[in-house]
């Protein structure tokens, strides 16, 4: 999968002091069914995409290539057995390294060969 992951956030107003801010491709695959389903979260890569504090109105801008990770298309339940999920995690860390979460699924697919 050769694409790239395009966006902005954006800082309307800001009442912690952030520290830094990272950016995580996560895969999540999930295999078994009912009370011996097994859930695998891998964390792909990490990126820091801000270090120190925002000011108010700024707006930072994200492009994320995904042609270096191991990236699979997303399946969902593939004969009710198995599932490949993919998450970008943003994360905010402030200056008593508190963690603030945003955890978007993003479907990533292969164009049909033929």
Not at 16 to 27: F, G, Q, S, T, V
Not at 49 to 55: A, E, L, S
Not at 64 to 86: H, R
């Amino acid at each position: 999968l050769k694409d790239v992951v395009v966006g902005k956030v954006y800082f309307l107003l800001v009442r912690i002091r952030i520290k830094h801010m990272e950016l995580d491709i996560i895969r999540r695959e999930i295999s078994g069914a009912g009370s011996s389903q097994v859930t695998e979260n891998e964390t792909l890569t990490k990126f820091e995409i801000m270090d120190g504090i925002p000011g108010k109105t700024e707006s930072i801008p994200v492009r994320l290539y995904l042609s270096g990770f191991d990236c699979g298309p997303t399946m969902k339940n593939v004969q009710n057995k198995f599932s490949v999920k993919y998450f970008l995690n943003l994360v905010l860390v402030d200056e008593e390294d508190r963690r603030y979460f945003k955890q978007q699924e993003i479907m990533l697919w292969r164009k049909k060969i033929g």
